[in-house]
């Protein structure tokens, strides 16, 4: 796959990541040892060759991760520093984590962790002179690979190449803004979790032979998502809006008249009536919750 890197020419993937695979002398770092924390280091690892430590306030997890992808692990106030550093903590730890770990980034710092506005400003912050990206894996782990969407805030051969990386790795990855894909989490996460729990509290025990081409598949989206990880979609439900609207339309239906409800689905037809080519990248395996799942503190996360 090819793509612009920073200095605006084009290159393939393996040019770029061989370019930057020079400039990671050190090893990369990753706070955070759950799921994707560890994905990811597999992944760089595989396709830069480069070492990888990891660093968690569970040092048992942080062992067990560097032993998975043959790397090591480090102290979690480590004063080390390493070639680039990669924030891969829940969403609500994002802005901390860059501030505590970014004077240990020498060339690079990007996080992983499903929300840009606040991990991106703190990158900025914290890091001005750092080569920056944040990345949002739009699948869990074990669903890998998939779409990734990315802001590339102030990118340099190393990011370039770890784009390149992930793309080597089958992932298909996008550049977004802030606020586009923030915008975009209200309702492709935060929205449609809540309305798909919402059935799920709202439904009664029917045996299967009464499902519908809608109750079916609604089903199964109900128990993919309560039986996933209430920390995952919390952590989304705390850092996006979305499910007051869903509530909202939820009374505006249970309270129309007939003339009213035919308003609402017109409504609702015109909202959906021309959607946008289905992405063609590996639908049928994603998977929510894709962010980070082990807090900097060690509290456990599931990758969704």
């Keep these: 796959m090819d793509s612009t890197t920073s200095d605006g020419v084009d290159r393939p993937a393996s040019e770029r990541r061989r370019a930057g695979a020079e400039q990671l002398a050190g090893e990369l770092l990753v706070v955070g040892a759950g799921t994707v924390g560890r994905w990811l280091a597999g992944v760089l690892a595989a396709e830069l060759d480069s070492s990888v430590a990891f660093a968690d306030a569970d040092r048992a997890a942080a062992d067990a991760a560097a032993e998975a992808v043959g790397g090591r692990a480090v102290a979690l106030d480590t004063d080390e520093r390493f070639a680039a550093v990669c924030v891969a903590v ?128 609604l089903r199964e989206l109900a128990a993919q998502v309560a039986n996933g990880s209430s920390g995952v979609y919390g952590e989304i439900q705390g850092a996006f809006d979305g499910a007051g609207e869903v509530a909202a339309a939820a009374e505006r239906i249970a309270e129309a008249s007939p003339e009213a409800f035919e ?27 894709g962010e980070a799942d082990r807090t900097a503190s060690g509290s456990d996360r599931p990758s969704g």
């Design 90 to 217: 829940p969403i609500s730890a994002a802005a901390e984590a860059v501030a505590t770990h970014a004077p240990r980034a020498e060339h690079a710092l990007y996080d992983v962790t499903g929300e840009m506005a606040a991990p991106v400003a703190a990158m900025a912050e914290h890091a001005p002179e750092r080569e920056r990206a944040s990345f949002h894996p739009l699948f869990a782990p074990e669903n890998a690979p998939g779409r990734i969407a990315v802001v590339p805030d102030a990118p340099g051969p190393i990011t370039d190449a770890i784009r390149a990386a992930l793309e080597a790795g089958g992932n298909a990855v996008f550049e977004t803004s802030v606020e586009e894909h923030d915008t975009a989490m209200e309702t492709v996460q935060a929205r449609a979790h809540a309305a798909v729990l919402a059935f799920a509290l709202a439904a009664e025990d029917v045996p299967r032979r009464f499902d519908t081409p809608v109750s079916g598949p």
């Design 263 to 289: 308003e609402l689905y017109r409504e609702a037809g015109v909202a959906f009536e021309q959607p946008g080519p289905a992405p063609s990248h590996r639908p049928d395996r994603e998977s929510d919750g």
